[in-house]
T-cell receptor
Framework: DAKTTQPPSMDCAEGRAANLPCNHSTISGNEYVYWYRQIHSQGPQYIIHGLKNNETNEMASLIITEDRKSSTLILPHATLRDTAVYYCIPRGTASKLTFGTGTRLQVTL | DAGVIQSPRHEVTEMGQEVTLRCKPISGHNSLFWYRQTMMRGLELLIYFNNNVPIDDSGMPEDRFSAKMPNASFSTLKIQPSEPRDSAVYFC???????WGGGPKETQYFGPGTRLLVL
């Protein structure tokens, strides 16, 4: 699986957009980019995934660069409940997920 | 749907005792995963099953750990004997694997975890 680099922590004001970057420069052609988050004391939660096109769902938007070496998760209107650790996970045909250290997002008033 | 169910939610035991963690996957899912989370090592996969068969157990720390999946709706992770370094949060996750797996629709859903403390 490809290695990822994410900033260890970020802050965001409530109501503003949170943009979480991820570098995955060694991603291979068949690997999707998955994003999960883990709210304190809970199990990880699926957010969104994509291959090469931008994706949007009810939780977030995912922007993947044309060369697929990086991506950005966007929470359009962050709330206090979005405070969590966010994981960017490239995944190919293997079923398992390999979690890195993620980005700890703190949403503040 | 009730989601992935794990029991117990908290377990405190003494070194040397046997510990059994339980998981009920989401109905209809055919893959089940056991993860462990510690401050030092983060979230790491221990073992996963597909159609009740263990596929990859390379993450199992040592022979003290064993996992079973006797049927599609139940799995156990057993530690015998337990040691203080086994203290962690253990998560179970399930997914629906179609075909060769790893496809975009194979989303894993995690349970709330079991917090284990071995004294």
């Amino acid at each position: 699986d490809a290695k990822t680099t994410q900033p260890p922590s970020m802050d965001c004001a409530e109501g503003r957009a949170a943009n979480l970057p991820c570098n995955h420069s060694t991603i291979s052609g068949n690997e999707y980019v998955y994003w999960y988050r883990q709210i304190h004391s809970q199990g990880p939660q699926y957010i969104i995934h994509g291959l090469k096109n931008n994706e949007t769902n009810e939780m977030a938007s995912l922007i993947i660069t044309e060369d697929r070496k990086s991506s950005t998760l966007i929470l359009p209107h962050a709330t206090l409940r979005d405070t969590a650790v966010y994981y960017c996970i490239p995944r190919g045909t293997a079923s398992k997920l390999t979690f890195g250290t993620g980005t700890r997002l703190q949403v503040t008033l | 749907d009730a989601g992935v169910i794990q029991s117990p939610r908290h377990e405190v035991t003494e070194m040397g005792q046997e510990v059994t963690l339980r998981c009920k996957p989401i109905s209809g899912h055919n893959s089940l995963f056991w993860y462990r989370q510690t401050m030092m090592r983060g979230l790491e996969l221990l073992i996963y099953f597909n159609n009740n068969v263990p596929i990859d157990d390379s993450g199992m720390p040592e022979d003290r750990f064993s996992a079973k999946m006797p049927n599609a709706s139940f799995s156990t992770l057993k530690i015998q004997p337990s040691e203080p370094r086994d203290s962690a949060v253990y998560f179970c996750a399930s997914s629906l694997r179609v075909g060769w797996g790893g496809g975009p629709k194979e989303t894993q859903y995690f349970g709330p975890g079991t917090r284990l403390l071995v004294l």
